[in-house]
């Protein structure tokens, strides 16, 4: 009698295979994010990936058959993983908590996926025309939603009056600094920028530096 999909037979066959897909799929895109990220989109090749991959090009090809469905499945892990700091700020809780908060996860991925910064900033040079809709789209809706937060603190006094996005482009920018211009960072900091204390004591500067641009003001000093 021949198996049916209910036998354990078949469906430890099927989540073994399907476990085996997932295992394969981080396999290429994880090669995939370094071989875009030191090359670029038109620099690499699917030979490249699927050799840092450790799989043939025909196997490589059964997941992705094409480069671009590698580049933009690429791309939107990239993205997802960023978004989720930014849609995990709070607005009941403490405005520079919640700021200072965002901006360690910002450098903590800085530190840990240079790749995928570069990346990143290397598409949107390029006018970002894999991921154009998703700026426009998703990326605009958030952003939006977090100003409005922001805008809102300021109404309630809690923190001192400045444009909410050009305080998150301002975050965006000092934080992705690290991964974007790492060989200048390490060519003017040497050693130090490979001290295990390193981050830690960028995100305690970079915090410093915006939030206390953002602390209220005695308006009236004692003299």
Not at 78 to 92: C, G, M, Q, S, Y
Not at 126 to 139: D, T, V, Y
Not at 169 to 197: C, E, M
Request: no cysteine; glycine share 4%.
């Amino acid at each position: 009698m021949a198996p049916t999909p209910s036998d354990p037979t078949v469906s430890d066959k099927t989540e073994g295979a399907t476990r085996i897909q997932g295992i394969n799929r981080r396999l290429i895109l994880d090669a995939a994010l370094e071989v875009f990220s030191t090359y670029g989109f038109r620099g690499s090749t699917v030979d490249q990936i699927a050799e840092k991959a450790g799989m043939s090009k025909p196997n490589l090809l059964y997941y992705f058959p094409r480069k671009q469905n590698i580049y933009v499945t690429v791309l939107e892990d990239t993205l997802a993983t960023w978004l989720e700091p930014l849609e995990h700020i709070d607005p009941d809780g403490d405005p520079l908590e919640e700021l200072r908060r965002y901006i360690a996860l910002k450098l903590e991925m800085s530190a840990k996926k240079p790749e995928a910064s570069r990346l990143f900033a290397n598409e949107i040079l390029h006018g970002a025309p894999a991921i154009s809709e998703f700026l426009k789209g998703h990326l605009k809706e958030l952003v939006d939603e977090k100003a409005a937060v922001i805008h809102r603190w300021i109404a309630e006094k809690r923190i001192a009056p400045v444009d909410p996005y050009h305080l998150i482009f301002t975050i965006w920018a000092v934080t992705q600094h690290y991964s974007d211009f790492a060989v200048q960072v390490s060519a003017i900091l040497g050693k130090r920028a490979d001290d295990p204390n390193f981050y830690e004591e960028a995100t305690r500067s970079v915090s410093a530096i915006i939030l206390d641009g953002i602390k209220l003001r005695d308006e009236n000093p004692q003299p």
